[in-house]
Protein backbone atom coordinates (compact mmCIF):
# COMPACT_ATOMS: atom_id res chain seq x y z
CA UNK A 1 0.00 0.00 0.00
CA UNK A 2 1.35 3.65 -1.07
CA UNK A 3 2.21 5.34 2.06
CA UNK A 4 -0.34 8.50 1.59
CA UNK A 5 1.40 11.99 1.74
CA UNK A 6 -0.26 15.76 1.77
CA UNK A 7 -0.28 17.97 -0.60
CA UNK A 8 0.82 21.32 0.71
CA UNK A 9 1.51 24.22 -1.53
CA UNK A 10 5.35 25.65 -1.06
CA UNK A 11 3.87 28.65 -2.99
CA UNK A 12 3.20 31.94 -0.85
CA UNK A 13 1.53 34.46 -3.42
CA UNK A 14 0.98 37.23 -0.51
CA UNK A 15 0.41 40.75 -1.10
CA UNK A 16 -0.63 42.60 2.34
CA UNK A 17 -2.19 45.48 0.71
CA UNK A 18 -5.07 42.62 -1.36
CA UNK A 19 -6.29 42.26 2.65
CA UNK A 20 -8.04 46.33 3.00
CA UNK A 21 -10.84 45.64 4.42
CA UNK A 22 -14.35 47.91 3.97
CA UNK A 23 -15.40 47.32 7.53
CA UNK A 24 -15.02 49.96 10.17
CA UNK A 25 -15.15 48.19 13.50
CA UNK A 26 -15.68 50.84 16.10
CA UNK A 27 -16.87 50.28 20.30
CA UNK A 28 -20.64 50.37 20.81
CA UNK A 29 -22.39 49.29 23.77
CA UNK A 30 -24.24 45.88 23.04
CA UNK A 31 -27.37 47.15 25.16
CA UNK A 32 -27.63 50.57 23.01
CA UNK A 33 -26.92 49.09 19.36
CA UNK A 34 -30.07 48.06 18.83
CA UNK A 35 -31.52 51.21 19.91
CA UNK A 36 -28.75 53.27 17.84
CA UNK A 37 -29.23 51.29 15.10
CA UNK A 38 -32.98 51.70 14.77
CA UNK A 39 -32.68 55.83 15.66
CA UNK A 40 -30.38 57.11 12.29
CA UNK A 41 -30.55 60.48 13.97
CA UNK A 42 -28.62 58.69 17.10
CA UNK A 43 -26.88 56.67 14.81
CA UNK A 44 -25.14 59.01 13.40
CA UNK A 45 -24.38 61.09 16.23
CA UNK A 46 -22.81 58.03 17.89
CA UNK A 47 -20.43 57.90 14.33
CA UNK A 48 -19.88 61.75 14.60
CA UNK A 49 -18.13 61.18 17.90
CA UNK A 50 -16.13 58.41 17.14
CA UNK A 51 -14.74 60.06 14.47
CA UNK A 52 -13.97 63.30 16.11
CA UNK A 53 -12.50 61.02 18.87
CA UNK A 54 -10.57 57.75 16.73
CA UNK A 55 -10.26 59.19 13.32
CA UNK A 56 -7.51 56.30 12.26
CA UNK A 57 -10.36 53.96 12.45
CA UNK A 58 -12.32 55.26 9.54
CA UNK A 59 -11.06 55.92 6.45
CA UNK A 60 -9.01 59.41 5.66
CA UNK A 61 -11.90 60.98 3.16
CA UNK A 62 -14.64 60.77 6.13
CA UNK A 63 -13.19 64.11 6.94
CA UNK A 64 -15.64 65.24 3.65
CA UNK A 65 -18.57 63.93 4.75
CA UNK A 66 -20.59 60.95 4.72
CA UNK A 67 -24.42 59.61 4.02
CA UNK A 68 -25.90 56.79 5.77
CA UNK A 69 -26.34 54.62 2.87
CA UNK A 70 -28.55 51.70 4.09
CA UNK A 71 -29.11 48.60 7.08
CA UNK A 72 -28.18 45.06 5.32
CA UNK A 73 -30.24 42.24 6.06
CA UNK A 74 -30.42 40.31 9.52
CA UNK A 75 -27.62 38.31 9.89
CA UNK A 76 -28.43 33.93 9.64
CA UNK A 77 -25.45 33.34 11.35
CA UNK A 78 -26.49 35.73 14.66
CA UNK A 79 -29.92 36.05 14.54
CA UNK A 80 -31.18 39.61 15.35
CA UNK A 81 -27.58 40.98 14.10
CA UNK A 82 -27.81 43.81 11.67
CA UNK A 83 -25.60 46.40 10.59
CA UNK A 84 -25.40 50.13 8.75
CA UNK A 85 -23.26 51.15 5.78
CA UNK A 86 -22.49 54.50 5.31
CA UNK A 87 -21.14 56.13 1.86
CA UNK A 88 -18.71 58.77 1.48
CA UNK A 89 -19.14 62.15 -0.52
CA UNK A 90 -15.90 61.04 -1.95
CA UNK A 91 -17.45 58.08 -3.21
CA UNK A 92 -17.52 54.18 -1.42
CA UNK A 93 -19.64 52.24 0.81
CA UNK A 94 -18.24 51.04 4.21
CA UNK A 95 -19.83 48.64 6.72
CA UNK A 96 -19.79 49.85 10.60
CA UNK A 97 -19.54 47.01 12.50
CA UNK A 98 -19.46 46.90 16.68
CA UNK A 99 -16.76 45.35 18.33
CA UNK A 100 -18.88 42.82 20.22
CA UNK A 101 -19.65 40.89 16.84
CA UNK A 102 -16.80 39.06 14.96
CA UNK A 103 -16.19 39.80 11.05
CA UNK A 104 -18.27 37.92 8.81
CA UNK A 105 -20.67 37.29 11.69
CA UNK A 106 -18.76 34.28 13.12
CA UNK A 107 -19.79 34.69 16.58
CA UNK A 108 -19.70 36.81 19.36
CA UNK A 109 -16.39 38.52 20.89
CA UNK A 110 -16.86 37.66 24.19
CA UNK A 111 -17.64 34.02 23.49
CA UNK A 112 -14.03 33.49 21.71
CA UNK A 113 -11.97 36.04 23.35
CA UNK A 114 -11.10 33.18 26.04
CA UNK A 115 -9.82 30.33 23.51
CA UNK A 116 -8.10 32.92 21.62
CA UNK A 117 -6.10 33.57 24.50
CA UNK A 118 -4.99 30.18 25.13
CA UNK A 119 -3.84 30.21 21.84
CA UNK A 120 -0.98 32.04 23.07
CA UNK A 121 0.46 28.66 24.63
CA UNK A 122 -0.23 26.49 21.26
CA UNK A 123 -3.16 24.85 23.27
CA UNK A 124 -4.45 22.62 20.20
CA UNK A 125 -7.54 23.34 18.61
CA UNK A 126 -9.40 20.05 19.54
CA UNK A 127 -8.68 21.03 23.12
CA UNK A 128 -10.92 24.14 22.22
CA UNK A 129 -13.51 22.44 20.74
CA UNK A 130 -13.72 19.78 23.94
CA UNK A 131 -13.89 23.06 26.02
CA UNK A 132 -15.45 25.81 24.34
CA UNK A 133 -17.24 23.85 21.75
CA UNK A 134 -17.84 24.30 17.90
CA UNK A 135 -15.27 22.44 15.82
CA UNK A 136 -11.48 22.38 15.35
CA UNK A 137 -12.40 24.38 11.33
CA UNK A 138 -14.39 27.03 13.26
CA UNK A 139 -11.20 27.91 15.84
CA UNK A 140 -8.53 27.74 12.98
CA UNK A 141 -10.38 29.99 10.75
CA UNK A 142 -11.19 32.36 13.47
CA UNK A 143 -7.10 32.19 14.20
CA UNK A 144 -5.82 32.43 10.28
CA UNK A 145 -8.50 35.23 9.54
CA UNK A 146 -6.69 37.23 12.17
CA UNK A 147 -3.73 36.62 10.43
CA UNK A 148 -5.38 39.14 7.02
CA UNK A 149 -4.83 42.32 9.44
CA UNK A 150 -1.91 44.45 8.86
CA UNK A 151 0.20 43.83 11.52
CA UNK A 152 1.86 47.58 11.80
CA UNK A 153 -1.53 49.25 10.81
CA UNK A 154 -3.16 47.53 13.38
CA UNK A 155 -0.16 47.73 16.20
CA UNK A 156 0.63 51.22 15.44
CA UNK A 157 -2.37 53.64 15.93
CA UNK A 158 -0.30 57.34 15.44
CA UNK A 159 2.29 57.59 12.22
CA UNK A 160 4.14 59.57 14.99
CA UNK A 161 4.91 56.13 17.13
CA UNK A 162 6.43 54.14 14.16
CA UNK A 163 9.88 53.09 15.70
CA UNK A 164 12.85 54.45 13.97
CA UNK A 165 15.25 52.22 16.06
CA UNK A 166 14.47 48.55 14.70
CA UNK A 167 15.70 45.27 15.22
CA UNK A 168 15.54 42.13 12.59
CA UNK A 169 16.43 38.16 12.88
CA UNK A 170 15.90 35.04 11.50
CA UNK A 171 13.63 32.56 13.37
CA UNK A 172 14.57 28.94 12.43
CA UNK A 173 12.02 26.82 12.46
CA UNK A 174 10.15 23.65 10.34
CA UNK A 175 7.59 23.31 7.32
CA UNK A 176 6.56 20.11 6.38
CA UNK A 177 9.82 18.57 7.17
CA UNK A 178 11.77 21.18 5.33
CA UNK A 179 14.07 24.17 7.21
CA UNK A 180 12.12 27.36 7.37
CA UNK A 181 13.02 30.59 8.63
CA UNK A 182 10.62 33.66 9.78
CA UNK A 183 11.86 37.37 9.10
CA UNK A 184 10.64 38.75 12.17
CA UNK A 185 10.96 42.56 12.73
CA UNK A 186 10.73 44.32 16.35
CA UNK A 187 10.17 47.82 17.63
CA UNK A 188 8.95 49.73 20.93
CA UNK A 189 8.57 46.27 22.70
CA UNK A 190 6.22 44.87 19.80
CA UNK A 191 6.31 42.73 16.73
CA UNK A 192 5.73 44.63 13.92
CA UNK A 193 6.68 42.10 10.84
CA UNK A 194 6.86 38.36 10.90
CA UNK A 195 7.05 36.47 7.53
CA UNK A 196 7.57 32.40 6.61
CA UNK A 197 10.07 31.73 4.09
CA UNK A 198 11.95 29.01 3.18
CA UNK A 199 15.14 30.24 2.49
CA UNK A 200 17.68 32.83 4.61
CA UNK A 201 19.18 34.26 1.06
CA UNK A 202 18.94 37.93 0.26
CA UNK A 203 16.30 37.61 -2.16
CA UNK A 204 13.68 35.50 -0.20
CA UNK A 205 14.94 37.89 2.85
CA UNK A 206 14.03 40.79 1.28
CA UNK A 207 10.67 39.66 -0.02
CA UNK A 208 9.75 38.65 3.77
CA UNK A 209 10.95 41.79 5.29
CA UNK A 210 9.55 43.76 2.26
CA UNK A 211 6.02 43.32 3.91
CA UNK A 212 6.82 45.05 7.63
CA UNK A 213 7.85 48.17 4.87
CA UNK A 214 4.56 47.94 2.34
CA UNK A 215 2.53 47.97 5.75
CA UNK A 216 5.00 50.67 7.68
CA UNK A 217 4.47 53.03 4.43
CA UNK A 218 0.62 52.22 4.59
CA UNK A 219 0.88 54.06 7.61
CA UNK A 220 3.51 56.90 6.97
CA UNK A 221 4.45 57.17 3.11
CA UNK A 222 7.88 58.57 3.87
CA UNK A 223 8.37 55.79 6.35
CA UNK A 224 12.30 54.81 6.73
CA UNK A 225 14.14 53.68 10.27
CA UNK A 226 17.00 55.23 11.50
CA UNK A 227 18.79 52.06 12.62
CA UNK A 228 18.24 48.10 12.54
CA UNK A 229 19.99 46.13 14.59
CA UNK A 230 21.11 42.40 13.14
CA UNK A 231 23.64 39.28 13.67
CA UNK A 232 26.45 39.76 11.16
CA UNK A 233 24.22 37.27 8.55
CA UNK A 234 25.13 38.94 4.82
CA UNK A 235 21.67 38.18 3.65
CA UNK A 236 20.09 39.82 6.36
CA UNK A 237 21.94 43.37 6.09
CA UNK A 238 21.62 42.96 2.48
CA UNK A 239 17.92 42.29 2.71
CA UNK A 240 17.34 45.76 4.98
CA UNK A 241 20.15 47.91 2.41
CA UNK A 242 17.96 47.59 -0.25
CA UNK A 243 14.46 47.81 1.85
CA UNK A 244 15.96 51.35 3.21
CA UNK A 245 19.13 52.76 1.56
CA UNK A 246 19.70 55.15 3.93
CA UNK A 247 19.22 52.67 7.19
CA UNK A 248 22.37 52.35 9.44
CA UNK A 249 22.58 48.51 10.14
CA UNK A 250 23.81 48.03 13.77
CA UNK A 251 25.67 45.05 14.54
CA UNK A 252 24.90 43.27 17.62
CA UNK A 253 27.29 43.29 20.44
CA UNK A 254 24.96 40.35 22.26
CA UNK A 255 26.02 37.57 19.19
CA UNK A 256 29.89 38.30 19.50
CA UNK A 257 29.57 37.67 23.02
CA UNK A 258 27.78 34.47 22.67
CA UNK A 259 30.46 32.95 20.19
CA UNK A 260 33.23 33.96 22.84
CA UNK A 261 31.35 32.57 25.35
CA UNK A 262 31.04 29.61 23.45
CA UNK A 263 34.38 29.23 22.09
CA UNK A 264 36.39 30.32 25.37
CA UNK A 265 34.38 28.98 28.44
CA UNK A 266 36.93 25.68 29.07
CA UNK A 267 39.55 28.18 29.63
CA UNK A 268 38.10 28.72 33.74
CA UNK A 269 41.26 30.32 34.19
CA UNK A 270 40.65 33.30 31.56
CA UNK A 271 37.44 33.45 30.93
CA UNK A 272 36.34 35.28 33.86
CA UNK A 273 38.17 38.26 33.00
CA UNK A 274 37.61 37.95 29.57
CA UNK A 275 34.06 38.74 30.40
CA UNK A 276 35.08 41.31 32.15
CA UNK A 277 37.19 42.80 29.23
CA UNK A 278 34.22 42.12 26.67
CA UNK A 279 31.33 44.11 28.80
CA UNK A 280 33.79 47.06 29.96
CA UNK A 281 34.69 47.76 26.06
CA UNK A 282 30.53 47.56 24.98
CA UNK A 283 30.29 49.56 28.06
CA UNK A 284 32.31 52.73 27.22
CA UNK A 285 31.13 56.05 27.04
CA UNK A 286 31.96 57.09 23.39
CA UNK A 287 33.28 55.85 19.70
CA UNK A 288 36.88 56.43 20.68
CA UNK A 289 37.13 54.65 24.07
CA UNK A 290 35.05 51.56 22.76
CA UNK A 291 37.84 51.30 20.41
CA UNK A 292 40.45 52.02 22.76
CA UNK A 293 39.14 49.24 24.78
CA UNK A 294 38.73 46.63 22.08
CA UNK A 295 42.93 47.61 21.20
CA UNK A 296 43.78 46.66 24.90
CA UNK A 297 41.22 43.52 24.39
CA UNK A 298 42.83 42.07 21.08
CA UNK A 299 46.30 42.96 22.87
CA UNK A 300 45.37 40.66 26.08
CA UNK A 301 43.78 38.46 23.84
CA UNK A 302 47.08 37.80 21.48
CA UNK A 303 49.07 37.81 24.82
CA UNK A 304 46.92 35.21 27.35
CA UNK A 305 44.90 32.80 24.90
CA UNK A 306 46.08 29.85 23.07
CA UNK A 307 45.90 29.50 19.33
CA UNK A 308 42.38 28.10 18.12
CA UNK A 309 38.94 29.27 17.82
CA UNK A 310 38.41 31.22 20.94
CA UNK A 311 40.75 33.54 20.10
CA UNK A 312 39.49 33.79 16.61
CA UNK A 313 36.07 34.75 18.23
CA UNK A 314 37.96 37.47 20.16
CA UNK A 315 40.07 39.29 17.21
CA UNK A 316 36.97 39.25 14.89
CA UNK A 317 34.98 41.08 17.59
CA UNK A 318 37.62 43.34 17.74
CA UNK A 319 38.02 43.90 13.80
CA UNK A 320 35.00 44.97 13.69
CA UNK A 321 35.46 47.88 16.11
CA UNK A 322 34.07 50.03 13.45
CA UNK A 323 30.66 48.70 12.51
CA UNK A 324 30.12 48.49 16.29
CA UNK A 325 31.31 51.41 17.08
CA UNK A 326 28.48 53.13 14.38
CA UNK A 327 25.93 52.51 17.69
CA UNK A 328 27.61 55.53 19.37
CA UNK A 329 26.45 58.38 16.30
CA UNK A 330 22.70 56.89 17.02
CA UNK A 331 22.16 56.63 20.75
CA UNK A 332 18.45 55.28 20.73
CA UNK A 333 19.85 52.60 18.29
CA UNK A 334 19.50 49.02 19.82
CA UNK A 335 23.02 47.90 20.54
CA UNK A 336 22.03 43.98 21.32
CA UNK A 337 19.15 41.86 20.16
CA UNK A 338 17.58 41.60 23.57
CA UNK A 339 14.54 42.75 22.44
CA UNK A 340 14.02 41.10 19.59
CA UNK A 341 14.96 37.76 21.57
CA UNK A 342 12.87 38.57 24.18
CA UNK A 343 9.63 38.15 21.69
CA UNK A 344 11.28 35.03 19.76
CA UNK A 345 11.43 33.38 23.25
CA UNK A 346 7.64 32.62 23.01
CA UNK A 347 7.11 32.05 19.26
CA UNK A 348 9.41 29.38 19.68
CA UNK A 349 7.47 28.06 22.53
CA UNK A 350 4.44 28.40 20.63
CA UNK A 351 6.05 26.48 17.27
CA UNK A 352 6.93 24.20 19.76
CA UNK A 353 3.38 23.69 21.46
CA UNK A 354 1.62 23.78 17.68
CA UNK A 355 4.76 20.89 16.41
CA UNK A 356 5.80 23.62 13.96
CA UNK A 357 3.98 23.97 10.13
CA UNK A 358 2.15 20.98 8.34
CA UNK A 359 -0.28 23.18 5.89
CA UNK A 360 0.42 25.26 2.97
CA UNK A 361 2.81 27.83 3.23
CA UNK A 362 0.17 30.41 3.19
CA UNK A 363 -1.59 29.35 5.60
CA UNK A 364 1.43 29.11 7.52
CA UNK A 365 1.98 33.02 6.80
CA UNK A 366 -1.17 33.91 8.38
CA UNK A 367 -0.78 31.72 11.55
CA UNK A 368 2.52 33.51 12.05
CA UNK A 369 0.14 36.87 11.71
CA UNK A 370 -2.42 35.86 13.70
CA UNK A 371 0.29 35.00 16.20
CA UNK A 372 1.86 38.43 16.17
CA UNK A 373 -1.72 40.41 16.86
CA UNK A 374 -2.51 38.15 19.89
CA UNK A 375 1.13 39.07 20.86
CA UNK A 376 0.61 42.32 20.73
CA UNK A 377 -2.61 43.04 22.14
CA UNK A 378 -2.64 40.08 24.54
CA UNK A 379 -2.41 41.22 28.35
CA UNK A 380 1.24 41.05 30.24
CA UNK A 381 1.23 38.82 32.94
CA UNK A 382 -0.52 40.01 36.22
CA UNK A 383 2.68 39.51 38.69
CA UNK A 384 5.03 41.56 35.70
CA UNK A 385 5.62 44.97 36.78
CA UNK A 386 4.79 46.56 33.62
CA UNK A 387 1.37 45.56 34.43
CA UNK A 388 1.04 47.67 36.88
CA UNK A 389 1.31 49.80 34.21
CA UNK A 390 -0.05 49.29 30.67
CA UNK A 391 -2.13 45.96 29.94
CA UNK A 392 -0.57 44.80 26.30
CA UNK A 393 2.52 45.34 24.06
CA UNK A 394 0.43 47.47 21.92
CA UNK A 395 -1.17 49.72 24.84
CA UNK A 396 2.86 50.22 25.77
CA UNK A 397 3.73 51.90 22.03
CA UNK A 398 0.07 53.54 21.91
CA UNK A 399 -0.27 55.00 25.63
CA UNK A 400 -3.89 54.42 25.36
CA UNK A 401 -6.56 51.69 24.58
CA UNK A 402 -9.69 51.16 22.97
CA UNK A 403 -11.27 48.96 24.99
CA UNK A 404 -10.33 46.95 27.86
CA UNK A 405 -10.64 43.30 26.68
CA UNK A 406 -7.50 42.77 24.95
CA UNK A 407 -9.63 41.11 22.01
CA UNK A 408 -12.30 44.07 21.61
CA UNK A 409 -8.98 46.04 21.59
CA UNK A 410 -7.47 44.23 18.65
CA UNK A 411 -10.71 44.14 16.69
CA UNK A 412 -11.07 48.15 17.10
CA UNK A 413 -7.36 48.81 16.26
CA UNK A 414 -7.96 46.57 12.98
CA UNK A 415 -10.44 48.96 11.58
CA UNK A 416 -10.48 48.59 7.59
CA UNK A 417 -7.98 45.84 8.42
CA UNK A 418 -5.67 48.10 9.72
CA UNK A 419 -4.83 50.08 6.49
CA UNK A 420 -4.91 53.44 6.09
CA UNK A 421 -7.62 53.99 3.26
Not at 169 to 178: A, L, M, S
Amino acid sequence: MAKRSRNCSFEKDFDPLSHQSKQICIDIDPQAYETLLLDPGAFRACLDQEIAVHPELFPTAIQHGYKLYDMLPESKKLPGIRLRRIELQAGGVFTIRPAFVLPYMTGYTEDVEKALFLRRWGVPFWALVYVFGHDVAYWYRLEQRLGHNSIVGTTVKDPATLPVDLLADEKHTHFNGHQAYIATTVGQECVLGVSLTLAANEPTLTAAYGHFKTEAQNVQPEYTPNTVNTDGWAATQAAWRALFTPVRLILCCLHAFLKIRDCCKRFTDLYGELQTRVWDAYRAPDAEAFTAQLAQLQAWATERLPAGRGLEAVLKLCAKAPEFGQAYAHPTAYRTSNMVDRHMQPLDHYLDSCKYFHGHLLSGEYTCRAWALCHNFQPYCPRAKIAQTYTSPAHRLNGFVYHDNWLHNLLISASLGGYQQ
